[in-house]
Each structure stands twice: as structure tokens, then as C-alpha cells.
């Protein structure tokens, strides 16, 4: 039996140190899950709204060709049988080259549908041949051990919250495949701290590998500059890693 104990009367609680205390109080679950929510809705409307008011060649990411991403991730996945995801990829060329080098039924995820839309009309009758995933990574359904390469030159970089990073990598350990490989490009310590209006975290070789973990065995390191339709120029380091859980 539980029984309620009453306050001294001596002890009276101010509002000012009430309202203190509530606010050290950790979120209750249902707060967590709305608050969640609101941040996948508000990024799902920041990309559909950049991809809505500006042309694809426009975008401050927009690359005529993927050459260094397609030659890193030949490096390690041969096609014709490698599955291979593309994390962010959007309206990118890279599913056009893959489809080229002979790779079967790559997966393209993106949070902005109309990205992917954009992707599909300029591949016409190709683009039955590609997977199209519409989700935010933090929540996409990705089933176990089904990628042999994981590609991500969008999307890392913008994952400023440490607890949204676990939950990238959680994802990652779940469905990239023992053995399978990570190609990942994000901005580099010189990069922009920017892209989009939206706050992005940038990375060396050695930072890069430590928030992945264990199980990422790092491979090969590059930099690459990529110059924006703008002609400002964006350092990016590019890193392949293999798969080694314990």
C-alpha cells in the first residue's frame, strides 16, 4: 500500500524554483516521439521546399558528374551484384552512372520526394530498374544485412545532434552486410560550416572514424573539391571503410 506523505509546512517550494526543477526533468516518452516527429517533419519540408524552388542544376550540391564516389565504391563492389544504397541521394546522378558501370537495382533514399521524382523523369524507362525509397534515414524501414555498399555523400554531415548520429549508425550496422563497405563524403575541416541554410558538422579522417566505432575498419581517405554552380568551391574528404562487426 502506497502512502501519501504531506509537505512540512515549514518547507514552501517557490514557483520560480518549481519551474527550475521541471525543466531538469527528462522528456517522457510521448514528449520524445512528438518532439522526434516534428524534427522529421521539419526536415522532410526544408528539402521539399529547396527542391520545389530551385532547378536541379541550381542546388548547391548539384554535381554533372559522381566520377569520384562511382570510383571509390568500384574499388570495393564490383558490379554487376552488388547492392548497393544511396543514403540522400536524391536528384544525384550517381543511380545514372551505376545503372551505366552495370549495377543491378541500386536503392535510392531520399527524404524529399521530389528529388526522387526529378531522378525518375531524367532516367525515363531506366527507372524501373532502380529501387526508390522515400524516408528520412533516422526511420527508413531498410531490411538486415541487405546492402553491400552503403553510399552517403548528402546526409551525415547533417546530423548536428549526437543521439541523431547513433541512430544513423544503428542503422547502418543493421543493414550493411558483414563484410559490405561504407562510402562516405562529408565536408571537411575546411569545408563550409553551412550548405542549404541548415548547420552541418565537419570531419577529418580521424574524427570521421572515431564516430563510426567499432566494426568500420577505414580503407582509403581522399579530398575532393567540389565547386557549386555558384563557383564557390566546398572541400569534401571522402572515406571507405569495411564492415567488421566483433
Known amino acids: ?137 533516422l526511420e527508413a524501414p531498410l531490411e538486415p544485412a541487405a546492402y553491400d555498399l552503403w553510399h552517403d555523400r548528402a546526409a551525415f554531415h547533417f546530423l548536428t545532434d549526437p543521439a541523431q548520429r547513433a541512430r544513423y549508425r544503428c542503422q547502418l550496422l543493421r543493414s550493411l552486410r558483414p563484410g559490405g563497405h561504407l562510402v562516405l563524403a562529408c565536408f571537411a575541416t575546411d569545408g563550409p560550416s553551412r550548405c542549404s541554410g541548415l548547420p552541418v558538422v565537419r570531419y577529418d579522417a580521424a574524427s570521421l572514424a572515431t564516430e563510426l566505432g567499432e566494426g568500420f575498419l577505414p580503407l582509403q581517405e581522399a579530398s575532393g573539391d567540389h565547386v557549386t554552380p555558384s563557383g564557390a568551391i566546398q572541400r569534401f574528404l571522402y572515406m571507405v571503410f569495411r564492415h567488421q562487426p566483433r
Do not use: F
Request: hydrophobic share 45%; with cysteine; glycine share 4%.
Open 1 to 137: 500500500m502506497h502512502t501519501a506523505v504531506n509537505q512540512p509546512a515549514t518547507l514552501p517550494v517557490s514557483l520560480a524554483a518549481y519551474d527550475s526543477a521541471m525543466q531538469r526533468q527528462p522528456p517522457s516518452p510521448q514528449d520524445t516521439s512528438k518532439a522526434e516527429s516534428c524534427e522529421r517533419d521539419a526536415r522532410r519540408a526544408h528539402w521539399e521546399q529547396v527542391y520545389a524552388s530551385k532547378a536541379i542544376a541550381a542546388v548547391s550540391w548539384y554535381q554533372p558528374s559522381a566520377a569520384q564516389s562511382l570510383a571509390l565504391i568500384r574499388s570495393v563492389a564490383p558490379p554487376p551484384a552488388a547492392t548497393i544504397i544511396d543514403v540522400g541521394g536524391g536528384a544525384s546522378v550517381l543511380v545514372d552512372q551505376l545503372l551505366d558501370a552495370g549495377y543491378r537495382t541500386p536503392t535510392v533514399l531520399d527524404v524529399a520526394a521530389g528529388a526522387l521524382a526529378a531522378a525518375q523523369l531524367r532516367l525515363g524507362e531506366r527507372a524501373t530498374q532502380v529501387h526508390w525509397l522515400q524516408s528520412d534515414i
